[in-house]
């Protein structure tokens, strides 16, 4: 019976030690998820790309790629939104021909900052959103357009040249993500927002690019 009394008052004494005084641990429910997806989104110049793939060699299963993208132009607050160029030959274009449905996940390890603190990627100390949705390529001569392309080469000024290459199947062309999931992986969980709310409900998140 001592044993089992001594045991309880060290594992109380190590629970203590494990967090300051009087704080709870962290959860899904401490974070604005609204506004730590914007906050990812409108950093990153990047993104890892989900498709289902149209590939002889795999239909059906998972494809992964990446893609440049951009939400605003450099200096420029949050939007939230997604712009993206595709590619005709690219794998992403042809898995999205087939079926538009893509998911994009963004990570502060993109940064690096989860790397400063010594945070492991896959730790959800390491925030990360997974922004789904359907591909919507954007009419050029459209004020949609227009602003996401002034977005996009604002980031990636050397995609000026790339609807000029002349390489056969080389077609790009700008894309928007019509966002219908918001999902945020940050402080030991995970919690979905709505479209509206990852739209709407943010204070202006100033671009880390300027």
Not at 8 to 23: K, M, R
Request: hydrophobic content about 40%.
């Amino acid at each position: 019976m001592f044993q089992f009394v001594v045991f309880g008052l060290l594992f109380s004494a190590v629970a203590i030690n494990a967090s300051p005084a009087g704080a709870k641990r962290p959860g899904a429910n401490d974070v604005n998820v609204a506004s730590e997806a914007r906050r990812l989104v409108h950093q990153a110049n990047w993104a890892s790309v989900a498709t289902i793939s149209s590939d002889p060699a795999n239909p059906g299963y998972p494809n992964v790629n990446l893609l440049s993208t951009a939400d605003s132009k450099v200096g420029a607050d949050s939007t939230g939104e997604i712009f993206f160029y595709m590619m005709g030959v690219d794998k992403v274009a042809r898995d999205v021909r087939k079926d538009n449905k893509i998911s994009f996940m963004f990570t502060d390890a993109q940064e690096g900052e989860c790397n400063k603190r010594n945070d492991d990627p896959w730790s959800h100390k390491c925030a990360r959103t997974l922004i789904s949705g359907q591909v919507k390529r954007l009419e050029e001569g459209t004020d949609e357009h227009k602003r996401g392309l002034e977005a996009f080469l604002s980031r990636h000024p050397t995609a000026a040249h790339w609807p000029h290459i002349p390489v056969p199947d080389h077609d790009f062309y700008l894309c928007k993500l019509d966002v219908t999931d918001v999902l945020v992986f940050t402080q030991f969980g995970y919690k979905h927002t709505t479209t509206q709310e990852y739209f709407a409900g943010t204070d202006a998140v100033n671009s880390v690019h300027a």
